[in-house]
Protein backbone atom coordinates (compact mmCIF):
# COMPACT_ATOMS: atom_id res chain seq x y z
CA UNK A 1 0.00 0.00 0.00
CA UNK A 2 1.17 3.58 -0.89
CA UNK A 3 0.54 6.80 0.68
CA UNK A 4 1.03 9.22 -1.81
CA UNK A 5 0.93 13.05 -1.19
CA UNK A 6 0.79 15.65 -3.84
CA UNK A 7 2.18 19.14 -3.22
CA UNK A 8 1.61 21.87 -5.31
CA UNK A 9 3.23 25.28 -5.36
CA UNK A 10 6.54 24.01 -3.41
CA UNK A 11 9.47 26.05 -3.55
CA UNK A 12 11.42 22.97 -4.84
CA UNK A 13 12.65 24.48 -7.42
CA UNK A 14 14.55 26.49 -5.62
CA UNK A 15 15.38 24.37 -3.06
CA UNK A 16 17.28 21.88 -5.82
CA UNK A 17 19.36 24.86 -7.22
CA UNK A 18 20.43 25.55 -4.16
CA UNK A 19 21.70 22.12 -3.27
CA UNK A 20 22.27 20.23 -6.19
CA UNK A 21 20.74 20.84 -9.76
CA UNK A 22 19.00 23.36 -12.01
CA UNK A 23 15.74 21.37 -12.99
CA UNK A 24 13.68 24.11 -14.61
CA UNK A 25 9.84 24.87 -13.79
CA UNK A 26 9.32 22.45 -11.06
CA UNK A 27 6.20 23.91 -8.75
CA UNK A 28 5.11 19.84 -7.64
CA UNK A 29 6.68 17.95 -5.21
CA UNK A 30 4.79 13.76 -4.99
CA UNK A 31 5.75 12.51 -1.50
CA UNK A 32 4.89 8.59 -1.53
CA UNK A 33 5.34 6.70 1.46
CA UNK A 34 5.17 2.66 1.50
CA UNK A 35 2.78 1.68 4.16
CA UNK A 36 3.10 -2.01 3.01
CA UNK A 37 4.84 -5.25 4.91
CA UNK A 38 7.50 -5.82 1.69
CA UNK A 39 9.35 -3.41 -0.70
CA UNK A 40 8.06 -1.49 -3.12
CA UNK A 41 9.06 0.02 -6.39
CA UNK A 42 7.53 3.32 -7.72
CA UNK A 43 8.13 4.62 -10.95
CA UNK A 44 8.68 8.37 -11.46
CA UNK A 45 5.26 8.95 -13.12
CA UNK A 46 2.21 11.10 -12.24
CA UNK A 47 -1.01 9.80 -13.46
CA UNK A 48 -3.93 12.21 -13.35
CA UNK A 49 -7.97 12.51 -15.01
CA UNK A 50 -10.03 15.39 -15.39
CA UNK A 51 -13.44 15.67 -14.31
CA UNK A 52 -14.69 15.52 -18.28
CA UNK A 53 -12.77 12.21 -18.92
CA UNK A 54 -9.51 13.83 -20.14
CA UNK A 55 -6.13 11.98 -19.38
CA UNK A 56 -2.66 12.84 -18.50
CA UNK A 57 0.56 12.41 -17.18
CA UNK A 58 3.55 14.35 -15.96
CA UNK A 59 6.94 12.63 -15.80
CA UNK A 60 8.76 13.02 -12.49
CA UNK A 61 12.15 13.55 -11.01
CA UNK A 62 13.98 11.08 -10.49
CA UNK A 63 13.06 9.67 -13.72
CA UNK A 64 14.35 6.35 -12.73
CA UNK A 65 12.20 3.70 -10.40
CA UNK A 66 12.69 3.86 -6.76
CA UNK A 67 13.02 0.60 -4.15
CA UNK A 68 10.87 1.89 -1.09
CA UNK A 69 11.22 -0.54 2.50
CA UNK A 70 8.10 -0.27 4.76
CA UNK A 71 8.05 2.85 6.09
CA UNK A 72 10.71 4.63 4.02
CA UNK A 73 9.83 7.82 1.71
CA UNK A 74 10.61 9.23 -1.56
CA UNK A 75 9.83 12.16 -3.05
CA UNK A 76 9.47 12.90 -6.47
CA UNK A 77 9.45 16.47 -8.48
CA UNK A 78 7.44 17.83 -11.64
CA UNK A 79 6.40 20.97 -13.60
CA UNK A 80 2.52 21.18 -13.88
CA UNK A 81 0.03 24.21 -14.01
CA UNK A 82 -1.06 23.66 -10.17
CA UNK A 83 -4.90 24.64 -10.57
CA UNK A 84 -4.72 21.51 -13.58
CA UNK A 85 -4.15 19.03 -10.94
CA UNK A 86 -6.69 20.51 -8.93
CA UNK A 87 -9.28 20.57 -10.95
CA UNK A 88 -8.01 16.53 -11.65
CA UNK A 89 -10.71 14.30 -9.87
CA UNK A 90 -7.92 11.43 -9.91
CA UNK A 91 -4.27 11.67 -9.36
CA UNK A 92 -2.67 8.58 -9.47
CA UNK A 93 1.23 6.92 -9.11
CA UNK A 94 2.42 3.66 -10.13
CA UNK A 95 4.09 0.97 -8.47
CA UNK A 96 6.43 -1.81 -11.13
CA UNK A 97 4.09 -4.03 -11.54
CA UNK A 98 1.20 -1.68 -12.67
CA UNK A 99 -0.73 -1.17 -10.16
CA UNK A 100 -1.61 2.57 -9.16
CA UNK A 101 -2.08 4.41 -5.93
CA UNK A 102 -4.20 7.50 -5.62
CA UNK A 103 -2.90 10.45 -4.42
CA UNK A 104 -4.49 13.50 -2.29
CA UNK A 105 -3.20 16.96 -3.31
CA UNK A 106 -1.67 18.49 0.05
CA UNK A 107 -0.63 22.41 -0.50
CA UNK A 108 1.68 23.58 0.80
CA UNK A 109 0.10 25.89 3.73
CA UNK A 110 -1.37 23.09 4.61
CA UNK A 111 1.65 20.86 5.33
CA UNK A 112 3.39 20.08 8.68
CA UNK A 113 6.76 19.18 9.22
CA UNK A 114 6.93 15.61 10.29
CA UNK A 115 3.66 14.30 9.47
CA UNK A 116 4.87 11.73 7.15
CA UNK A 117 6.76 10.53 10.36
CA UNK A 118 4.02 10.10 12.67
Partial sequence: MLDVRV?????VEAVLDFKCCQLPGLNVEVLVRNEGEAPAVVRG????????GSAGALDLYPY????LAPGEVAAFYGGVDADRLRRCDRIEIEDERGRRYAGRICELTDWRI???AD
Avoid: K, V
Wanted: charged share 25%.
Fill in 114 to 116: GEL
Fill in 64 to 67: WPLT
Fill in 7 to 11: ILDSP
Fill in 45 to 52: RLHYRAPD
